[in-house]
């Protein structure tokens, strides 16, 4: 069982960049694959990264790549997501997630736990 909080979060224009964070509670946090998903109002919620639990192997959604790169940092059982050359079509709230697997999923089904989300704003 984790609890996730994600923070960094807001409005940045077109081009821009943001680092969000992910902070985790739980005795099992370097167990855990990871993943950050977004969803538009509206929207389904969308794959963007996953880490797995060693943090040596990363996936990314083709939209991505290049820009994006996830980390983590199990001694402080914090996941984070760099995110470079923000367009407007990426406005979307971003959730931190989390499954009871040390391998990498891009399906949000296999999650067992989400953070509350962060709204990220990306102005033209």
């Known amino acids: 069982q984790v609890q996730l909080v994600e923070s960094g979060g807001g409005l940045v224009q077109a081009g821009g960049s943001l680092r969000l964070s992910c902070a985790a509670s739980?005795?099992?946090?370097?167990?855990?694959?990871m993943g950050w998903f977004r969803q538009a109002p509206g929207e389904e919620r969308e794959f963007v990264t996953a880490?797995?639990?060693?943090?040596?192997?990363?996936y990314y959604a083709d939209s991505v790549k290049g820009r994006f790169a996830i980390s983590r940092d199990n001694a402080k059982n914090m996941v984070y997501l760099q995110m470079n050359s923000l367009k407007p079509e990426e406005t979307a709230v971003y959730y931190c997630?989390?499954?009871?697997?040390?391998?990498?999923?891009?399906?949000?089904?296999?999650?067992?736990?989400w953070g509350q989300g962060t709204q990220v704003t990306v102005s033209s």
């Open positions: 997630a989390a499954r009871r697997s040390r391998t990498t999923s891009y399906r949000a089904v296999e999650y067992d736990y």
């Open positions: 880490i797995s639990y060693s943090g040596y192997t990363t």
């Open positions: 739980g005795r099992t946090f370097g167990n855990y694959g």
